[in-house]
């Protein structure tokens, strides 16, 4: 009788070849697949208006929930030659992050945040950071740079701040 290796598929996109890496050390066989993938959208015209809102001055903080949306973001911002532009303004107004991977893109582009939530980095932790750092979000436009679905959780609770939001969509999954 012969021994198998065991067959192990793993759905993963981010980190594919570590957990590939990682199941292979253990001695199985691995087929990794991506149990979702991030896709920019097509014709997105609200995206584009909401960041010419931003352009305009009429945005008073940017939440910026994923590096992935927020490199969605500035990439959308480019299609319309608008990307410079936008990061002088994300340089002029507070940015919120949820967590460290829009924190490393801010950083990567010289830009600083305000406000970035304590781990497990959920939106949780963003209204606690926000509300320790006394920002007043009474009457002010957030603009919320989505992650692939509204948070309508997330929106009442920015409203409830007094914040009028304004959504950013720019991928889905």
């Not at 199985?28 to 697949?33: F, G, M, N, R, S």
């Not at 340089?91 to 582009?109: E, M």
């Not at 920015?158 to 991928?171: C, D, F, M, Q, T």
Request: aromatic share 4%; hydrophobic share 45%.
């Amino acid at each position: 009788m012969t021994v198998r290796e065991p067959v192990v598929c793993c759905y993963e996109s981010r980190r594919a070849e570590e957990m590939r890496a990682l199941i292979e050390r253990q001695n199985a066989q691995v087929i990794v697949a991506p149990s979702m993938k991030e896709v920019p959208l097509e014709e997105n015209q609200s995206g584009l208006d909401a960041i010419r809102q931003v352009l305009a001055g009429r945005v008073d903080s940017i939440v910026l929930l994923t590096g992935v949306g927020t490199e969605a973001m500035l990439d959308l911002a480019a299609t319309a030659g608008l990307r410079d532009e936008l990061l002088t303004a994300m340089n002029s107004i507070p940015l919120l992050v949820r967590g460290p991977k829009p924190a490393a893109v801010l950083h990567r582009l010289g830009l600083k945040f305000l406000v970035k939530a304590a781990e497990p980095n959920t939106s949780r932790e963003l209204l606690d950071a926000i509300d320790q750092a006394d920002l007043s979000l009474q009457g002010k436009v957030v603009a919320v740079q989505e992650y692939g679905v509204a948070n309508p959780d997330l929106y009442d609770a920015l409203k409830e701040r007094g914040a009028n939001v304004l959504p950013i969509s720019v991928y889905s999954w």
